[in-house]
């Protein structure tokens, strides 16, 4: 769940080319052991559809874990309730019904119809002792005949990840700090194509973000794709377009996801993750955005190919 702060990314670049800092030359708050994606989602069962698990505190943002790497724990518990290798994850949607915390956590699992080619599960994370936390659905299909295309254009003239700037770069003189969060200073980094830093004096006019993501420890797999849980927890990156539209504010807000859905569209094969976040519609204190990923190649010169395309729903909470 994200708030404004780590929505816009801590200090996000202005998207314009130029030197690249990736904040090597600054001391982290946090400890330097980093538990990878494939740890954090690793999952141990217990009984029936019962896992164990434990989210570590490098994935929290403020002051929560980001939620789109709870919903890849439920996922891996998923996948292992299944143990069907023909069918892979196509589609997911959590709802964030309850907080989870990073540390012990219990993945409840329920197989609601298994079939030759498609199967549903639902699975909920919670922290021991709560009543509830998030739930996913999860639908996994195998390979099936049908039509080919992508009908959604990939950002224009995007700069290569090297020529944009980190998330991690330090902040001009004077200019409002944001204390980083583990997430986004261990786990993943981030550089700026299309968008903002908060200091920025700019006149807002787009609800759209365009990101370069990375993992610090790729999570790829032997066949050389990534794990595709990793994109979902990119896609879980959208209340930066909104921040993008409204511009600086005196009063700071904040944007808990209310649901995530994510539709996994293709293998990605790059380290490097192009993100297009768009915020197509804000009123009675929601809004809602989508994010389409795509994998451009090792080096980001590729022809773009969509592997995923993400909607959610979140609120607005202000600061006193």
């Given amino acids: 769940m994200l708030t404004r702060e780590n929505a816009r990314q801590g200090p996000i670049g202005t998207g314009r080319p130029g030197p690249v800092d990736t904040g090597r030359g600054r001391r982290s708050p946090f400890a330097i052991v980093t538990e990878s994606l494939s740890s954090t989602t690793a999952v141990t069962k217990v009984a029936g559809g019962r896992y164990r698990g434990t989210v570590d505190d490098s994935w929290n943002l403020r002051p929560l874990p980001q939620g789109g790497v709870v919903t890849a724990l439920a996922l891996r518990a998923m996948g292992d309730h299944l143990d069907d290798s023909g069918q892979e994850l196509r589609v997911l949607h959590t709802s964030f019904v309850a907080q989870v915390t990073s540390g012990p956590v219990t993945v409840d699992v329920e197989l609601l119809r298994r079939g030759?080619?498609?199967s549903h599960l639902r699975a909920e994370v919670t922290n021991p002792g709560a009543a509830r936390g998030h739930i996913t659905t999860g639908i996994f299909g195998s390979s099936r005949t049908g039509f080919?295309?992508?009908?959604?254009?990939?950002?224009?003239?995007?700069?290569?990840p090297g020529a944009c700037r980190s998330f991690?770069?330090?902040?001009?003189?004077?200019a409002e700090l944001f204390p980083p969060t583990p997430f986004?200073?261990?786990q993943v980094e981030g550089r700026t194509v299309v968008g903002h830093a908060p200091w920025d004096e700019y006149v807002p006019e787009r609800a759209e973000h365009v990101i370069w993501y990375r993992f610090d420890r790729a999570p790829m797999l032997d066949d050389g794709s990534m794990d595709p849980l990793a994109l979902v927890v990119l896609a879980d990156t959208m209340p930066g377009a909104v921040a993008e539209k409204v511009g600086r504010k005196d009063r700071a807000w904040f944007a808990p996801s209310v649901d995530l859905t994510v539709h996994i569209l293709d293998r990605c094969r790059s380290p490097w993750?192009?993100?297009?976040n768009r915020a197509r519609f804000a009123g009675d204190g929601y809004a809602s955005a989508d994010n389409a990923l795509w994998d451009c190649g090792v080096d980001g010169s590729a022809p773009p190919r969509l592997v995923a395309y993400a909607t959610q729903?979140?609120?607005?909470?202000?600061?006193?």
């Fill in 148 to 160: 080919a295309f992508t009908d959604l254009r990939p950002p224009d003239n995007v700069p290569l």
């Fill in 184 to 186: 986004w200073d261990r």
């Fill in 313 to 320: 729903l979140f609120l607005f909470s202000f600061g006193s």
């Fill in 116 to 118: 030759r080619s498609m």
């Fill in 273 to 276: 993750v192009l993100a297009h």
């Fill in 168 to 174: 991690r770069q330090p902040p001009p003189p004077g």
